[in-house]
């Protein structure tokens, strides 16, 4: 089921007598976990029916013992385990999950981690409760993520402001939810739009100067504007540090070379290859006329070279805004 169904059935109270969250990705894990801890019982009716453990201090006999207990004046009861993964045999839950209490909501948050497919707990989980699945997603899903979020809240976000988000912030969703809601406090409520302006008065992160500002440069080999934004992140290497340009930049470039390699050049079609965003295609088009096959692959070897550098591989002692400026003056010359 997905984290919208399983929303829906436990709003329509069709609930499971287990639910195991599993996982890379948090953030649906929290949102189910504190979806049922919030609303399943009554204020008056948590006191006796709602407990709480934590993975490192407890153990598995403590979980079924509260699990196997009727509810008090309530027609259920909710058992969380946090942190579920840090748990000493987990296996032993078996005992429970062939016969659990039907008026028992059992949540078991096993998170950065996925369990074992290959045992009898997993099957016999999915057979008599709830297994829910949360991935990682893939950087260059989290653009539309983050759109998508918004759009669900009724904010309209840019192509550009969500890709920036995406380039400081990462895949950690918690994280981007996080940033978002501070932008939402600062909004009137009649602004509906984040742009890049939006990110740089409420997040700190500067609309000029970023990695997506200094891709679009080395795109069409804006010297003046690439060699600014670069000597700006010497500056300030804290909060622009190398290994993170290096990263976008490997992203770009990759892709460039990849366009190189479409047969059919159409716009739909480079961003479904691509996986771009249909906003950033002419970008792409406009980087792969000004370099050629056999360059990209020049500034693609450039970048693991310099990546190694940055990390002190064969670095005598250059800093690492000397040595963004060495590699962006190698990518345009």
């Known amino acids: 089921m997905t984290y919208n169904q399983i929303i829906q059935d436990l709003e329509d109270k069709n609930f499971k007598p287990i639910y195991f969250l599993h996982g890379e990705e948090p953030y649906y894990i929290d949102k189910i976990t504190n979806y049922i801890v919030d609303n399943i019982l009554s204020e008056s009716e948590k006191p006796f029916n709602q407990t709480i453990f934590y993975g490192r201090d407890t153990n598995v006999p403590t979980i079924i013992n509260a699990a196997k207990k009727f509810p ?23 005992y429970y999950v062939k016969s659990p209490l039907k008026s028992t909501l059992l949540v078991i948050a096993y998170k950065y981690k996925k369990i074992d497919k290959r045992k009898k707990l997993y099957n ?10 949360s991935n990682k997603l893939y950087d260059n899903k989290i653009p539309d993520w983050i759109i998508n979020y918004l759009k669900e809240r009724n904010y309209y976000i840019t192509p550009e402001a969500s890709l920036l988000l995406t380039e400081y912030l990462g895949s950690d969703l918690s994280k981007i939810v996080g940033e978002l809601e501070k932008i ?3 909004l009137s409520p009649d602004i509906k739009k984040i742009d890049l302006e939006t990110i740089e ?27 600014r934004i670069v000597n700006y992140f010497a500056a300030n290497p804290k909060k622009n540090p190398i290994t993170l340009t290096i990263s976008s930049l490997h992203f770009f470039f990759s892709k460039v070379l990849a366009y190189h390699s479409l047969k059919n050049k159409s716009s739909a079609t480079i961003a479904s290859e691509l996986k771009i965003n249909p906003f950033f295609v002419n970008e792409y088009k406009k980087a792969a006329s000004n ?8 500034i693609i070897s450039l970048l693991r070279e310099y990546d190694l550098k940055s990390k002190g591989w064969g670095n005598t002692g250059i800093d690492s805004g000397n040595l963004l400026k060495e590699l962006i003056f190698k990518i345009l010359h």
């Open 72 to 94: 008090m004046m309530a027609n259920n009861q909710v058992v969380i385990v946090k942190e579920a993964q840090y748990l000493d045999k987990l296996e032993d839950l078996i």
């Open 184 to 186: 939402f406090i600062a």
């Open 291 to 298: 370099y050629s096959s056999q360059k990209l692959v020049e």
């Open 201 to 227: 008065e409420n997040i700190g992160i500067s609309k000029d100067f970023n990695n997506f500002e200094l891709t679009n440069a080395l795109s069409v080999k804006d010297i003046l504007k690439a060699n």
């Open 124 to 133: 016999i989980l999915k057979e008599n409760g709830l297994v829910f699945e």
